[in-house]
């Protein structure tokens, strides 16, 4: 089992950048695929990127690519999403999730989950 932990997140103007961090404990954290996922008030949780355990592959949703940049530590058990770009539309509570075996960009396969940081960018 992994406990995750965000960090990172503020208020940033449009077109400002933020970096955020999924601290991760327990053991194995390279056997873990993570997910960032951002789900804004009244809106569904939806997908952002995510990463295999080992770093070797990587998935971004369509709106984010080119802009976001997800990478890992497996030393320092963390994972980072840098996000440059920013847009008031990418305002939400951003999410961590980790899961055992292939990374993936399906919310409901991952099981474990962060409490979230909030993201707010500003026009």
């Known amino acids: 089992q992994v406990q995750l932990v965000e960090s990172g997140g503020g208020l940033v103007q449009a077109g400002g950048s933020l970096r955020l961090s999924c601290a991760a404990s327990g053991r194995s954290f390279s056997s873990y695929a993570v997910g960032w996922f951002r789900q804004a008030p009244g809106k569904d949780r939806e997908f952002v990127s995510a990463i295999s355990g080992s770093g070797g592959t990587t998935y971004y949703a369509d709106s984010v690519k080119a802009r976001f940049t997800i990478s890992r530590n497996n030393v320092k058990n963390t994972v980072y999403l840098q996000m440059n770009s920013l847009k008031p539309e990418e305002t939400a509570t951003y999410y961590c999730?980790?899961?055992?075996?292939?990374?993936?960009?399906?919310?409901?396969?991952?099981?474990?989950w962060g409490q979230g940081t909030q993201v707010t960018v500003s026009s």
């Open positions: 999730a980790g899961k055992v075996g292939l990374v993936t960009r399906g919310r409901d396969d991952y099981d474990y």
